[in-house]
């Protein structure tokens, strides 16, 4: 669970496993153009015992299994002293460019006990060799075989210090970014993730038939590879100098996917099951995923993962197919048919199915959800 507030975005939370009312707490978090690591070390606030009392309440709310109502307060109220340090140390004006949100400068923070207080502390900032890169590397063993292709094609290429970043997701990850005058969805790369490589090969198929038989997807409303972008190793992370005993680590890095951006309403699931979608336009959502997937499988691709959370309907109504990273969706696609075209075929109905309940049986939109859709 991660929550974020005021500018600054708490990726995750570590502690004991094991039951330990001393238990030391670490918060990763992430805003303003850095990242910063929030240690609360017992030891350090022994001498304070309200500080120590209160640390060790906020682990025992933390600790338990069963979702407790006051854990994003809790994780609110162990970050809050840090955010003015934390807007000090990050950059001033924020990072414009992506290179800026790949590449933050990281920073080790402190709690230390002042008159019964937590009071924020400075560590030391994170050299290099301690910085986690993102992305895999270019010609890695795994990736290589389904990247290549790519690299061969028509397809362009830059560096993150050419994208320029127009706006970020809840998490702070760049999500609509500006290249060369054209506005794209920025995917990130993950390293290791098999269903990258799924991705990587339906796009290499859906722009090899668009190549070669151009009308093929012409009626395919769907999510669309444009460009990659690709870092060089000596580029990345500025913020310090190389350490005398570090490695040169030779190559470049594939560190996001431009994507088609799709200015958006929500998805099926934000919009179909209300009482003010109109069933035309459940009707017509059915049919153009009916006719989207039909091109995609003319092409040789399987969409894989069909399900309504994988359609976004445009600003003008329209439904188009987003992700094809393959795998499934139990209740939407049965694993033995994880994709296949059979699978994809079994999800549009099912999708199709869905839509027509939500047009006999419409749910009244809370006022609320109307006014923040």
Known sequence: MCYHDGGFYTESITWDTEYNPRSDITLYVRGKGAAFRICYVAKMLADSPPVLEQLGKSYQILHKDDPDPRYGETVEHLRRPFEELMTHLAP?????YLHGYL?????ILEAVAESGHVQPHFNTALSRQEFVRPGDYVDSKFLQPHLSPLLDSKLNTYSSRQVQVLDHTSRLVPS?????????????????????YYELQSYRKI???AEASPPLLTDARICRLHGLIIDEDDDVLQHYHLDSDEKDYPGTRLVGLLLTYI??????VDLAPWSDCKNEDRSRWSGQICESVKCLHAAGVAWGDAKPENVLVDKEGNAYLIDFGGSFTPGWVDEDKRETVEGDWQGVQRINDWLVKWSNEPVHRPERAVQER
């Open 92 to 96: 001033n004006p924020p990072p414009e």
């Open 103 to 107: 590449y933050p400068p990281w920073f």
């Open 176 to 196: 609509r970014v500006l290249v060369d005058g054209t506005v794209y969805f920025f995917k990130p790369w993950v390293s290791g993730r098999v269903h990258g």
């Open 207 to 209: 722009l090899a038939a």
């Open 263 to 268: 200015e958006n309403k929500g998805t099926l």
